[in-house]
């Protein structure tokens, strides 16, 4: 998949960091016709979990299954009493 996905990252923690989760956060959905993000995620989804999401005040998108998701991993991590998140992409695109 072409733009600014990256490969070797991901490759990178398979193999170095097998126990971390991986996890497409297809932000700023609302940019981008319907269509083109239901293939896009359908696409994603078929390699790793996959959530669109669109961050506003009045009508976020996203944001619940987001939060559902990371509290899923919390439970696959019960033993710890936080979890880490990093985030990889452009800014202020």
Same mark, same amino acid.
């Given at each position: $998949? ?7 990252? +991901? ?8 126990? &971390?989760?991986?996890?497409? $956060? *297809?932000? &700023?959905? !609302?940019? =981008? ?9 359908? +696409?994603? %989804? ?9 961050? #506003?005040?009045?009508? %976020?998108?996203?944001?619940? %299954?987001?939060? #559902?998701? *990371?509290?899923?991993?919390? &439970? *696959?991590? #019960? !033993?710890? &009493?936080?979890?880490? =998140?990093? =985030?990889?992409?452009y800014p202020? =695109?």
């Amino acid at each position: $998949v072409p733009g600014t996905r990256c490969t070797m990252i +991901e490759k990178h923690i398979a193999k170095n960091a097998p126990h &971390k989760h991986l996890v497409f $956060v *297809l932000n &700023k959905i !609302d940019l =981008v016709p319907n269509w083109v993000a239901k293939r896009w995620i359908g +696409e994603l %989804a078929q390699i790793r979990p996959t959530i669109a999401f669109h961050a #506003s005040l009045t009508h %976020a998108f996203g944001k619940g %299954a987001l939060i #559902s998701l *990371l509290r899923q991993f919390g &439970k *696959l991590n #019960s !033993d710890k &009493k936080q979890i880490s =998140v990093g =985030v990889i992409g452009y800014p202020n =695109v």
